[in-house]
């Protein structure tokens, strides 16, 4: 069974470097069969897809317009997980950050699992 | 981008009734779509992939249907504890995107 596990600070001060890290057990994030995710969750927004990263004999990632310029997904396959970090934030990014696999079957694709999320505050 | 468009964006229901929510796809997106189950203060849950296979435990109440830019997630019989927010995403192409929720309460 595949889980994530979230880690990172809760609380970050404006202009400053949001960092969490998605642990993962079952699976391996240089897996051929996977991308590793993570979305946002807010009222203003709703679920927001940010960016993932993957493995095909090279690595790839891909990211949402709206963050683009701000946001870096790193693998760790030392220790089997990944990381997210946004930049320059403001309390617009406030939200609950999740990290996802997207398990990939033939063509189709899909969110399973998510991790537990992580409630991000942009305040001083 | 696609976006999504989910109705209603909420409902109320009794345990017993049977419920239908509808999602909408700005262009065709053949049947890559997925609906999520959200219940306050935890991450969403697969319920159903591919528009219409139904994710392994899901009880078989409910169901999904439509291709191209129509679909429509059903539960019967509806049991208290599938009240919750419920969300579509279309898995076609990146960015992914999501409806924006319909929350199912009880009346």
């Known amino acids: 069974q595949v889980q994530l596990q979230q880690s990172g600070p809760g609380l970050v001060q404006p202009s400053q470097t949001l960092s969490l890290t998605c642990a993962i057990s079952?699976?391996?994030?240089?897996?051929?069969?996977?991308?590793w995710n993570w979305i946002r969750q807010s009222p203003s927004r709703g679920l927001e897809w940010l960016g993932r990263t993957y493995y095909r004999s090279n690595w790839y990632h891909d990211y949402a317009v709206s963050v683009k310029s701000r946001i870096t997904i790193n693998p760790d396959t030392s220790k089997n997980q990944f990381s997210l970090h946004l930049n320059s934030v403001t309390p617009d990014d406030t939200a609950v950050y999740y990290c996802?696999?997207?398990?990939?079957?033939?063509?189709?694709?899909?969110?399973?699992?998510w991790g537990p999320g992580t409630l991000a505050t942009v305040s001083s | 981008d696609i976006p999504m468009t989910q109705s209603p964006s909420s409902l109320s229901a009794s345990v017993g009734d049977s419920v239908t929510i509808t999602c909408r796809a700005s262009q065709s997106i053949s049947n890559y779509l997925n609906w999520y189950q959200q219940k306050p203060g935890k991450a969403p849950k697969l319920l159903i992939y591919?528009?219409?296979s139904l994710q392994s435990g899901v009880p078989s109440r409910f169901s999904g249907s439509g291709s191209g830019t129509d679909f429509t997630l059903t539960i019967s019989s509806l049991q208290p504890e599938d009240f919750a927010t419920y969300s579509c995403q279309q898995s076609y192409s990146v960015p992914y995107t999501f409806g924006q929720g319909t929350k199912l309460e009880i009346k």
């Open positions: 591919a528009a219409s």
């Open positions: 079952g699976d391996s994030v240089s897996s051929n069969n996977a991308a």
């Open positions: 996802a696999r997207v398990v990939v079957y033939g063509s189709s694709n899909w969110f399973d699992p």
